[in-house]
Structures are given as C-alpha cells and as structure tokens.
C-alpha cells in the first residue's frame, strides 16, 4: 500500500534520480564482481552477471516508461502513477539484490547491508508506511535466503577467504546476523522516514508560505493599482476644476479690465459689468456645488443615515418648486403614492436630490411644458422620477451625463449658467445610501430621470449595515 | 466708419466674444463672432477676416486645434493670421494637454489676455497685412 507523498512534484524528479542511481549501481556491481572474483576465487561469476545484466535491463525498461510517463506530464497520470513506479523499482531491487547475494555467498556476504539502502531510498521518496514496508519485505526476502540456503533448499556458495564457513553453519549466529539486519533495517526505515517526513513538512510548510506571501503580494498590487487610480483620478478632477473655476474668472477679468481700461464705450459699460456679475455668480454656484461634491463624495451615507419619510421632505421642495414652474409658465403635477414607507437617508441629502432633479426639470423645459413628480413603492425600494417635456439627451451624451462639469450642448445652449456638477452631487448621494439611478430620454421629447432608494426597515436605526 | 479690419472671434463663451467685440469694435475693428469652430471655418471662407482669435477648448478639448489642421490643409485659409488663446494655466501643459500636435498659429496666449494687447496684436496684424 502506497501513501501519496505531499510533494509528489518532488518524486516524480527524484524517479529519474532513481533510475540514473541505478546504472551507477550497475557499474558498481560489475567491478565489485571483477574485484572480488580476483581476491576469492570461489566466486561465481556467471550467474553473478547475468544477475547484473538483468538489473540492467529492468533500468531500460523503467527509464523507456519513466519516459512515457514524462511525455504524458500536466494530465495528472505522471503524478498519480510515480509512487507507485518508485515502489515497483524498490521492490525489483530488493529482489535483484538478494538474488546477487545468493550467488555471492549469501549470509557470508557482507554486502548484505546495502539492503539498507533500499529502505533509505523509500523513506526519502515514499511514505513512512512504505518504507517500513520496504524494511519488512528486505528482512522477509534476506531471512527467506538464509533459512533456504541453510536448510539446503537452495545451493550455497562459499567464500573461505572471506569468513569461516564453519561458521554459517551455526544456527544461533546464522540467526543472530539475520535478526541483526533485519531490526537495522526496521530501524532505519523508522529514523529515516522521520527525518524524511519532518523536512517534507518543512517544505510544505515553506511551500504554503510562499504561497501565502504571494497571495498578499497579489493583493498588495491590486490595493496599489486601485490607489494609484484613485490618485489619477483626483488629480485629473483637480485640473478640471481649475479649469472650471478659471472659465468665469478669466471673463471677469477680461470685463474688468475692459471697463477700467477705457476700451469700453459709456453705454456698453453697464451691459459689460452686468455679464460679468453673471460669472461671478456662476463662480460662486460652482464653489457652492463643489463643496456639495465633496461631501457627497465622502458621505459616509449608511451611518448617518436615519428612516425618513420621502412624502414630508418632498412636500418641501415642491413648495419653492411650484414658484419656479409657475414663473417659467410650466404645469407640476405631482403622483404620491398614500403610505409610504421611509427610507434611509438624510433629509438634507433627500432635499438636494429632489430639488437638483426638479430644478433641472424646469430649466430645461419650455414654457408650456409638463413636469411630472412621481414616488412610489416598488418590493424594497422607494423610487421617486421626474419627468419632463424639455430638451432631452441625446444617446452620445448619455454615458457622460452623471460626469462631473459634463453639460450637453443643448442644455448649454438653453441655460447659459451651470456648473455641470448637479447630477454627479445626486448620483453619488443615492448611491451612497445605496441606491440607484438611472434615465430615460429622447433628443427633444423629453427626460425622466428616476431614483431608488431601499426602504427603512425596523432594525436600520442601529446603523448596521444590512444590505 | 471705415474700419481698419476684420476680426474674427472663435470661442464658445459668448461673453467673452462679447467682451472682445466691444474692445476691438472701439479699437476701431470690425469684428464677427463664431461659437464653434465650424461655424467659424465658413466664417473665416466667407468674410475672409483680416486676423482670427482661436480658443482651444470649446465643446470638444482640442476643437481649436482641429480648427488650425483645417486652416494648414486650405489654401483659401492659411494666409490668414491666428491668435490661439486658452485658459488653460500655462504653456507646460500644451505638451500633454490638450494635445501635442503642432499647432499651425502665429502666436498663443493665455486668457485673460488685457485689452491692451489684444489691440496691440490686432493692430500690428492687420497694419503689416495692409
């Protein structure tokens, strides 16, 4: 039974490592044969060889699949398979070790230690289980070959000038050697395993921290770009309104300077100062609606927030609002639906939104024209519109509309005076009681621009976020 | 009267059109007024102006600048002097803003130009030119 190693990546390296190992072991065991047979003459060396040709061989064929299984790399077969091709190869060696110790002397043979390796190599590629496994298998096969060679199940080669033969014969050593190597080989796929598992968790533990730390660094990156966009932002808004504020006051200089200059005759005078109070005006609107823009812009709407009744601040602004039509020659209707349920905003706020969406209403609407106030329920939502006979948008200037300083040709063209800042100061103040807003128009037949906002329920009093 | 010249003003503030109109006309120059620069590109074929004052910025950024690429290609129009004038803060930023084109006029300004000077150049324009 295989366990699936945490750094599987690592093994399906380390099986190449495995294979490249093993030729070195080839080459290693043939001169060791040629060493040996040199200094004891009883080797067989035959057998001994077609042992090693046959290592050989078996590392062809492994190194041919090891390939196959590379070719087939990112399907998740490589990973899924290589512990248990690490684990074949093991085994095979295993098999190929003790079948060389059997022609080499067996239990006389001092080798027999290399066992150990084996069982290092599955501690250091597999799982702790696996390598005492391996232990297990190495001690059944090296008890297996002693008890067989000592029973004379199968031959025994001796080696004379290495040891006293005398000696193997003797049970109670016979046993003692083998139950020496087989509890250093439990021992050691014990040790190593543990040491092997304890860096493997180092490295896990590494690994997810680097993960960690890349993670932040993403995050890190995204919160800078976001920033440095907020950043761009401001100053571009910055050069707008320096621009914006400096377009009234460069003509108010110009007159001044034309009145107090002498350029102007005595009766163009008056009309020259009297346009030039118009801007003055104007700058002054702008600062005003600038001011509005800043406080809608950090409006920490849900805080300050309170259940308001929309029906009372509407009935407000449309006391000052039906002068304004009247005077324009303009007919207000109004539709309110009866119960109401409020909602969460400011009454200020609430006021300004009304007042900007009517006032604009009437200003670009001529005489004769219809101006209709609508509120009503709609699920969780309050949504007041109002709709209008004027100017309309045209489709091109409606992604700009809720710009800031952003005021169509037209609507230049039938109000001089405007600032342009009257519908972003209400987006964003209805977006931040979380609401929304949005217009329908026609180029020439009119506008309705409407708005929702969630309706107050019991708990919002307690300035929770709920939505 | 006779006058001493035509002056065409471009620019989509209508006071400042007027202003100009009412220090130029005492300068003793006829002056026409145009609130786009299309509008003042049939000006220019039409009345043939002796000298045009240009803004920059009107509906769109860089509709002056555009105005001028027209006046460069046309023969009928690249004879005659143009002033660029601007409220943008100062020449720095025509670098980036409102564009980096080459601009095809006589001199640049930045509003608010004085009286002064604007007759200054009106008359040293239109006095060369005739």
Redesign the interface.
């Given at each position: 039974m295989i366990d699936f190693h945490p750094l599987k990546l690592e093994l399906v390296e380390r099986i190449d490592w495995l294979i490249r190992l093993r030729w070195w072991a080839v080459a290693g065991t043939l001169v060791g044969i040629l060493v040996a047979r040199l200094v004891e003459p009883a080797l067989p060396v035959l057998p001994l060889i077609i042992v090693t040709g046959f290592i050989g061989l078996y590392n062809v064929v492994f190194a041919l699949y090891a390939r196959q299984l590379w070719q087939r790399r990112g399907t998740g077969i490589r990973r899924r398979r290589s512990p248990q091709f690490a684990a074949t190869q093991i085994v095979v060696d295993l098999v190929a070790l003790t079948a060389l110790l059997h022609f080499s002397g067996g239990i006389e043979n001092p080798f027999a230690i290399f066992l150990v390796f084996h069982v290092i190599i599955a501690a250091i590629l597999l799982s702790r289980r696996a390598s005492v496994a391996v232990a297990l298998l190495a001690s059944v096969l090296y008890a297996g070959l002693v008890f067989l060679e000592l029973t004379g199940w199968l031959p025994h080669v001796h080696l004379p000038l290495l040891a006293d033969p005398a000696r193997y014969t003797v049970v109670a050593y016979a046993a003692s050697k083998v139950g020496a190597t087989c509890l250093t080989l439990l021992l050691a796929a014990a040790m190593a395993s543990s040491v092997s598992e304890r860096l493997q968790q180092r490295t896990q533990d590494l690994l997810e921290a680097n993960r960690v730390c890349e993670v932040n660094r993403t995050e890190l990156a995204e919160v800078n770009e976001r920033l440095r966009q907020v950043d761009a932002a401001r100053t571009q808004f910055i050069?707008m309104v320096?621009?914006e504020l400096?377009?009234p006051m460069?003509?108010i200089?110009?007159?001044l300077?034309?009145v107090l200059?002498g350029?102007?005759?005595p009766e163009?005078q008056r009309?020259?100062l009297e346009?030039?109070q118009?801007?003055a005006y104007e700058l002054l609107d702008l600062i005003r609606d600038l001011l509005e823009l800043v406080r809608a812009r950090r409006l920490e709407g849900p805080a300050q927030a309170t259940p308001v009744a929309m029906d009372q601040v509407l009935d407000g602004v449309l006391g000052l609002m039906r002068v304004e039509a009247e005077n324009k020659g303009l007919t207000l209707t109004t539709h309110i639906a009866p119960d109401l349920p409020p909602v969460r905003a400011t009454p200020d706020q609430l006021k300004s939104i009304w007042t900007n969406l009517i006032s604009n209403a009437i200003k670009y609407t001529p005489a004769g024209g219809q101006v209709t106030v609508t509120v009503a329920r709609d699920g969780n939502e309050v949504i007041g519109s109002v709709e209008d006979t004027g100017i309309g948008i045209s489709r091109e200037d409606m992604p700009r509309l809720f710009e800031e300083f952003f005021r169509t040709?037209q609507a230049?063209a039938m109000v001089?005076r405007g600032t342009g800042v009257g519908l972003a100061i209400v987006k964003r103040t209805v977006e931040s009681y979380g609401g929304r807003i949005w217009v329908e128009s026609e180029a020439g037949q009119g506008s309705k621009f409407s708005f929702a906002l969630p309706v107050a329920d019991d708990t919002s009093t307690t300035q929770t976020e709920d939505r | 009267m006779a006058t001493k010249g035509k002056v065409l003003i471009i620019d989509d503030d209508p006071d400042f059109c007027e202003f100009m109109r009412t220090g130029l006309e005492s300068g003793g120059f006829e002056v026409l007024t145009a609130a786009s620069g299309k509008q003042g590109l049939s000006l220019m074929r039409s009345a043939k102006p002796d000298l045009v004052f240009l803004d920059v910025v009107m509906a769109h950024p860089t509709e002056g600048v555009d105005v001028t690429a027209t006046i460069k290609e046309d023969p009928e129009l690249w004879d005659i002097p143009v002033v660029m004038l601007t409220s943008i803060m100062d020449t720095e930023y025509i670098g980036h803003f409102p564009t980096d084109r080459p601009l095809a006029v006589d001199q640049f300004l930045t509003k608010p130009v004085p009286m002064a000077e604007v007759l200054r150049i009106a008359n040293e324009t239109v006095g060369a030119k005739s």
């Open positions: 050069v320096a621009h400096r377009a460069g003509a200089i110009t007159a300077n034309l200059g350029y102007a005759p163009k009309d020259v346009r030039a118009v801007r040709e230049k001089q | -």
